[in-house]
């Protein structure tokens, strides 16, 4: 008996963290060209900036910034498939303020430097209607990387 009158004020904060960290993820996915920062993001739900990081890191299994920093490389990957943006241009198109800490995180998520992946893929997705290169082009997350089973020959 006490332990169901305990836990649902319990549950029912767990569940509105989850809509506040829901109405996080969807302003990063819309807003993810403008200056965004955790206390930002925070305060918008009003929670603390701990909080916040801790909750969303347990819900989506990355950082706010991590999951801000993916979107952004994830349209810039569009923007550098269109071949008609400089690497430069694709960066500060997606809010980022440092072409440093983009390229390191582009090369960390693609797998190569925004320039060599602008180069590839503008021969590679030649005639691919857009909706199915964004598909196959997609960054891989560190959590997403499939495992691959060494060959034995």
């Known amino acids: 008996m006490i332990s169901q009158v305990t836990s649902r004020p319990a549950e029912a904060q767990h ?9 996080v993820r969807d302003r990063i996915d819309r ?29 989506y299994g990355e950082s706010p910034y991590g999951y801000l920093m993916t979107r952004r490389i994830e349209r810039a990957m569009a923007l550098l498939r269109r071949g008609d943006l400089s ?3 694709a960066c500060f198109a997606v809010g980022c303020s440092s072409l440093g800490t983009f390229s390191t995180r ?3 998520l693609v797998g190569m430097p ?30 997403e990387a499939p495992v691959t089973e060494p060959q034995l020959a």
């Open 114 to 143: 925004p320039s060599a992946y602008r180069r590839q893929t503008a021969r590679a997705t030649a005639g691919i209607p857009s909706c199915v290169a964004k598909q196959v082009t997609r960054p891989v997350r560190n959590r």
């Open 106 to 108: 582009f090369t960390e």
């Open 31 to 59: 807003e993810y060209a403008q200056p965004l920062d955790v206390e930002a993001l925070a305060r918008g739900v009003h929670m603390s900036a701990g909080h916040l990081s801790r909750q969303f890191r347990l819900a």
């Open 87 to 89: 690497v430069t241009e």
């Open 15 to 23: 569940l509105s963290d989850l809509a506040r960290l829901r109405r």
